[in-house]
Nanobody, 119 residues
């Protein structure tokens, strides 16, 4: 299983960014996926999930309206679109796989991509 995030970087407040997560080594289209983040000095924060087909998403209340998760199963890629970014969105962003065999617990992680929101 390999998950490789990309697309992070420095963005100004109010800007947008789209993160990608390239999946390999497993049948991507059959797994729920999730995005989480870790801000400096803080614990992991769940952003949201997407089902295996991409037809259903679920977000943390604080992320609804600004963040959108999508996937392209033909490309084995997960996305996180982030809009109206704020300084408090500065964090290391991870994609992860949820395993239905383990009650949808996360069983694989990417290495993360850094997002810095600053003027």
């Amino acid at each position: 299983v390999q998950l490789v995030e990309s697309g992070g970087g420095l963005v100004q407040p109010g800007g947008s960014l789209r993160l990608s997560c390239a999946a390999s080594g497993f049948s991507f289209s059959t797994y729920y996926m999730t995005w989480v983040r870790r801000a400096p000095g803080k614990g992991l924060e769940w952003i949201g999930d997407i089902d295996s087909g991409g037809g259903s998403t679920n977000y943390a209340d604080s992320k609804k309206g600004r963040f959108a998760i999508s996937r392209d199963n033909a490309k084995n890629t997960l996305y996180l679109q982030m809009n109206s970014l704020k300084s408090e969105d500065t964090a290391l962003y991870y994609c992860a796989r949820r395993n239905a065999n383990y009650d949808y617990a996360v069983d694989s992680w990417g290495q993360g991509t850094q997002v810095t929101v600053s003027s």
